[in-house]
């Protein structure tokens, strides 16, 4: 922890009064009794930005939060503000606690705390500046200033002078991305922004409604956007990103993504980020020795930097986002986050012979087509032979037999490519690239104990998860990782024996393991009795099952919902019981379900004949990314499914 000194890090802004201006949202909450659901409401959420010829900003961030019981003042024992030091410098400028008796308590800001922000696998240094308002009671308001220089969220620290890094990489363009849905009940919303009046700038107001003006002010042109009356949004399970579905304004002084894209790839072409080194050049002619296949050497590639450098984050100077390390830093360190990796692929393909580039994406949620950079990652591009451009991704694909994750499918990205490029998507990638087949011979012995040998073949994100405990655990752990995952069936679950051949060798094909169990007491006996399900329709592999997790007990949904993957799931089983017992007291049982549509299928058929019991599923699910008009079809296949596999079987004795 250390003392923030505001006067060394002064950014100029000139300090206002905190005229109580919120008095008639005070007054409008009070007559409002929805405005009192909840911990807090907040009175005045606003935020004003003066932004320069070079793109930078200099902000004012206002909130008046009144708080309404105990749980909002132990909600905001602490302010807490999140900032970039390689992009931006923030300070609070101002905060009081006004009471309901009248009286106002001034806190020194002088107190603020400035610590590094909590991070994993990133470590550039991002921090926090924190304040106390000191003991909070039920009806007490906060109000308080925080003054921000420097630009939106973007990786990259630009020059080297205290000035030039609040410069946005883009020089002299402004772009903004303001959500503007609410946690809380909120009486004004308020964003306002300044610019050159010969900049233009474009925006969008969407999914919802806004009062917005656009006024001249002398030589400056100042846009306000404000929403009265704001109420927590209304989420769903598994719901899209809230970007993708909630109240949102876009502003971009860039004109296209084309004009972006050409940036990008001007940028990291002129800082020779892919330039080639000859300890490079030397691995990839060792990789590619004897491979002429064009695939076959983009996926040699793809996969040895997936596999062979580290992802891990520090801070090293330029090239902290849009500009990539270069060739001789990352293929050195072999560590790095995504755009490391993607930069060392570029250098490698190209060392190949290849045409490649970075290309950015958002992992989570859409881009729209105002150019403000909503992206979270980077990732590359190469040009096929058949002059197609093919996105590879070796940050989400150690390991992995794909070269694009499809856990990323449906996915916004734009090349840094020399002629230019609009947003693109990624496709969807068909359920039987990612396949779990589950194939079990078993036998129910007299006192419950249910012994048997499950083949396991997958594909794809399938495969990949199948495969984890022989490429990410060591040799000694991986008998228990099996048996820790027959133990998702019944804690009393034994491994017997395993065969895996090829399971370090992913490229070579689908994984198929093959696992012999007993689990003791797996059926409930009594009188002539038994209880049970089949095997395959239990917890094994219910990581792969995402599906499972999905809530199916709405019937309908307002918003568009996501899976981790497309998938197709096929479980198969003979199931031999004691001699003499049958299923449901009868000799010959089948049951069948078909359902059908271009969104999700189900079907499965359940036989019986004397002992024997064979069950056979199949479910096949489209999507990573489902529309709201979707949800009929995905939950009446899912929905079948888990209604399957949450039946037990009865049998008795003849």
């Known amino acids: 922890m250390r003392l923030l000194s505001l006067l060394c890090c002064s950014i100029g802004l000139p300090l206002s009064v905190m005229a109580q201006d919120w008095r008639a949202q005070q007054v409008e909450a009070a007559a409002n009794g929805a405005f009192a659901n909840g911990q807090q409401t907040v009175l005045l ?8 010829e ?20 132990l909600a905001n024992r602490v302010i807490k503000y999140d900032y970039d030091p390689l992009t931006a410098f923030a300070e609070f400028a101002e905060m009081k606690v006004y009471h309901p008796d009248g009286s106002a308590t001034a806190l020194d800001v002088d107190k603020v705390c400035d610590y590094a922000a909590p991070a994993r696998s990133i470590y550039w240094g991002a921090r926090q500046i924190m304040m106390e308002p000191g003991l909070l009671q039920p009806g007490d308001i906060i109000d308080y200033t925080i003054h921000k220089k420097g630009f939106t969220y973007a990786l990259l620290a630009s020059g080297e002078s205290d000035e030039e890094r609040f410069v946005p990489p883009m020089r002299g363009e402004f772009y903004d991305i303001v959500p503007f849905w609410v946690s809380s009940p909120t009486v004004r919303k308020v964003y306002r922004v300044s610019v050159p009046r010969d900049k233009e700038v474009q925006y969008e107001f969407f999914q919802g409604d806004c009062s917005s003006s656009v006024k001249f002010d002398g030589d400056r042109r100042v846009y306000t956007f404000a929403v009265n009356g704001a109420m927590p949004f209304s989420k769903e399970p598994n719901m899209v990103d809230l970007y993708d579905v909630a109240p949102k304004l876009m502003m971009s002084s860039t004109s296209d993504w084309k004009e972006k894209s050409l940036w990008f790839y001007n940028v990291n072409e002129d800082y020779g980020s892919f330039d080639p080194t000859p300890e490079a050049q030397k691995k990839v002619d060792e990789l590619l020795r004897g491979k002429t296949d064009e695939m076959e050497r983009i996926a040699i590639l793809t996969h040895w930097v997936a596999d062979n450098m580290r992802y891990s984050g520090i801070p090293m100077g330029k090239g902290e986002g849009y500009t990539l390390h270069n060739t001789h830093t990352n293929f050195t360190d072999r560590a790095g986050v995504c755009k490391d990796k993607a930069a060392l692929l570029i250098s490698m393909l190209r060392m190949a012979g290849f045409e490649a580039y970075p290309a950015m994406t958002m992992a989570g949620s859409r881009i729209e087509q105002i150019p403000a950079d909503h992206f979270n990652h980077c990732v590359a591009v190469v040009k096929l032979s058949n002059g197609q451009y093919m996105p590879l991704d070796p940050t989400w694909v150690p390991f992995n037999r794909e070269l694009w994750s499809s856990a990323e499918q449906q996915q916004n990205y734009l090349p840094g490519v020399p002629e230019g490029s609009d947003l693109l998507l990624t496709p969807v990638s068909a359920p039987e690239n990612h396949f779990l087949i589950l194939t079990a011979n078993t036998h129910v012995l007299s006192d419950g104990t249910l012994e048997g040998e499950v083949t396991v073949n997958a594909e794809g994100q399938s495969d990949a998860a199948v495969r984890r405990p022989f490429l990410q655990s060591f040799a000694d752990r991986v008998s228990r990782a099996l048996e820790a995952e027959l133990q998702r069936v019944s804690p009393q679950a034994k491994l017997v024996s395993y065969s895996c051949p090829d399971a370090k060798n992913y490229q070579k094909g689908p994984v198929v393991l093959k696992m012999k169990f007993r689990i003791p007491d797996y059926a409930i006996t009594g009188d002539g009795v038994m209880i049970c399900r089949p095997f395959v329709l239990s917890n094994l592999y219910s990581g792969i099952k995402s599906f499972m997790r999905v809530d199916t007990d709405k019937e309908s949904r307002d918003y568009g919902f996501k899976d981790s993957c497309s998938r197709l799931v096929e479980l198969k089983e003979t199931m031999t019981l004691p001699k003499g017992y049958q299923k449901d007291g009868v000799s010959t049982t089948d049951s069948s379900t078909d359902i059908n549509s271009d969104i999700a299928s189900f079907s499965s058929k359940i036989s019986s004949s004397g002992n ?7 479910l096949s699910l489209g999507k990573r990314v489902y529309e709201a008009g979707d949800w009929t079809d995905f939950r009446n296949a899912v929905k079948a499914y888990k209604d399957l596999a949450d039946s037990e079987f009865v049998f008795v004795k003849k």
Not at 45 to 52: C, M, R
Not at 54 to 72: A, M, P, T, Y
Not at 612 to 618: H, I, N, S
């Open 45 to 52: 959420d606003s935020t004003s930005v003066e932004v320069s």
């Open 54 to 73: 070079l793109g930078s900003g200099k902000f004012v961030i206002r909130r008046v939060i009144q708080i309404n019981n105990e749980d909002g003042a």
């Open 612 to 618: 024997t019991v064979t069950v056979d599923t199949k």
